[in-house]
């Protein structure tokens, strides 16, 4: 179990770099990271990927059907290895798991743990640019609006806890993630084991991944 706690410590550290790296790339699009950290049974896996990958969108959420959209991607997100297919080998299993949708202030705006109620969408108040009968600023509303669109950044985040009785018959992690949202193209992996850290990128085109070990 330490070893489990201690590498439980470290992947919780590689949203972090994962982060700064992405802000060297300004939050870019079709790229999600997955995080696994493997220590005899234990899994442990975290995900995040921009909002424009999961719903096609990353501007707060209003209407019914965008509404609708989270919570249907939450609800996907949340089952991990409908997503990343392990060998049946592997005799692995959910021991938790838990999705939200953070803004790019860190709100949490939606979130979903288990079979949890998804908290209520944050109502913001709307701003038309283009209406103004009551003689505002149309410029400063402008400005407003157009800075809060530049801004709104959304990213969902996954973390995931599984148990595999056979942990050695991970050889290889199939992506169907892919197959749920059409806009991602590549997921950045980090795998850390016992003997050592590895870097893997998947793409769309390749979705299977051969941990080699």
Known sequence: MKHAFSLIALI???????EETRQLDA???????????????AVTMTFEAPG?????????????????AIESAIATLGAPLDLFVMPNAASCN?????????SEDGH?????????????????????EKHDEHGHDDHGDEDHTDHAKEAGHTEFHA????????????????FVYFEAFPNAQKVE???????GAQAFEVERDAPILDLGR
């Open 52 to 68: 424009a990958d999961i719903v096609g969108f990353e501007y707060a959420a209003e209407s019914d059907t965008d509404l609708s």
């Open 189 to 195: 992996v980090q795998i850390i084991t016992t003997s």
């Open 94 to 102: 959910v021991v938790e798991a838990k999705a939200e949708l953070e």
């Open 12 to 18: 919780t550290a590689f949203p972090t770099f994962a």
């Open 108 to 128: 949490n705006d939606h979130g979903e743990e288990h079979h949890g109620d998804h908290a209520d969408g944050e109502h913001e108040d709307h701003t038309d």
């Open 27 to 41: 939050h870019e699009h079709g790229v999600g990271t997955l995080n696994v950290a493997i220590d005899g049974t």
């Open 159 to 174: 973390e995931y806890m599984l148990n595999c009785d056979n942990s050695d018959a991970l050889t290889e992690i199939s």
